[in-house]
């Protein structure tokens, strides 16, 4: 008979219970604790059964690990996506949304998954390897195509806040390759996008301007985050981008659980639902339910 490792069982406990407040610093504390079990490996149990291999010693994966890492997210993937569609995930991490996207497409569907960290890009790789409808990366998405500088993460030991030199110099600095979505999208044979993730610390702006085609053809709802002040720092203030958006057909909501529309200006990051207006009624239980417009 197999046995559960306490690190599992505490993580199936955590994604048993509805979000309760202090649930996200329970999440942390148990991870914590249970790290030194299993040389702090930790797994998160996917929608189809499958496990995402988890370092309990990083405060973001302990979150992932605890099913308290941005649910509003996970629940936006989980309305959107249907057997045999398309996912792009710009930022993907150790593929914590890229596996939920690809369960929830399955193997009649595609994913997309870029991350620039190579460390964390490893890990990607690694837990995407036993899908084949899961394309894995190493590269930055930018405006452009060709060498660009990376910052690796400072604040450690948390993972996933390396950003490009031009947005903001700090930490480690390597040389990797980026692409531009539209360069990309070429390149695959223009396939038919239903969604797509951005989380790049502040590149946001750069890979929707190097992403207009495909943009444009495919009419994808987009989940991004804002960051306030990485975004006024590469002179992309949060208006600029909301209107570059609209001016494109979208509307903008915030799916931030818990935020009000006042509250929602005092806020310095959050993640938004970008909605083609042409594909208003397709998002409608998320909208209804949390989303803010903006």
């Not at 998160?44 to 890492?69: C, K, N, V």
Request: net charge positive; aromatic share 8%.
């Amino acid at each position: 008979m197999q046995h559960k490792k306490p690190a599992d069982l505490f993580a199936r406990m955590l994604a048993s219970t509805s979000s309760f407040p202090g649930k996200i610093r329970l999440a942390d504390f148990l991870g914590q604790r249970i790290s030194r079990w299993n040389g702090g490996k930790g797994t998160f149990t996917l929608p189809t059964g499958e496990t995402l291999a988890i370092d309990l010693s990083d405060r973001i994966q302990r979150l992932m690990w605890g099913s308290t890492y941005e649910p509003h997210v996970h629940q936006c993937l989980r309305r959107l996506l249907r057997p045999g569609d398309t996912f792009v995930d710009v930022g993907a991490h150790i593929g914590f949304f890229t596996l939920i996207a690809s369960a929830l497409v399955g193997s009649s569907g595609k994913v997309y998954a870029f991350e620039a960290d190579p460390d964390l890009f490893a890990t990607l790789r690694d837990n995407a390897s036993p899908y084949p409808w899961v394309i894995a990366s190493p590269k930055a998405v930018w405006s452009n195509s060709g060498p660009v500088l990376f910052s690796k993460s400072l604040q450690s030991p948390e993972t996933g806040w390396g950003k490009l030199v031009a947005v903001r110099k700090e930490g480690q600095v390597l040389q990797i390759n980026a692409t531009s979505l539209d360069v990309w999208y070429e390149s695959v044979g223009s396939p038919s996008i239903r969604a797509m993730k951005l989380d790049a610390e502040g590149s946001e702006p750069f890979i929707l301007e190097g992403g207009k085609q495909l943009i444009a053809r495919s009419r994808p709802f987009l989940i991004m985050e804002f960051n306030d002040q990485l975004l006024r720092e590469v002179k992309r203030p949060r208006e600029m981008v909301v209107n570059g958006l609209r001016g494109q057909g979208y509307e903008i909501f915030a799916i931030e659980t818990g935020k009000s529309r006042a509250s929602l200006d005092l806020i310095g990051s959050a993640e938004v639902l970008c909605v083609p207006r042409s594909r208003m009624s397709e998002s409608k239980s998320i909208l209804d339910d949390f989303a803010v417009s903006i």
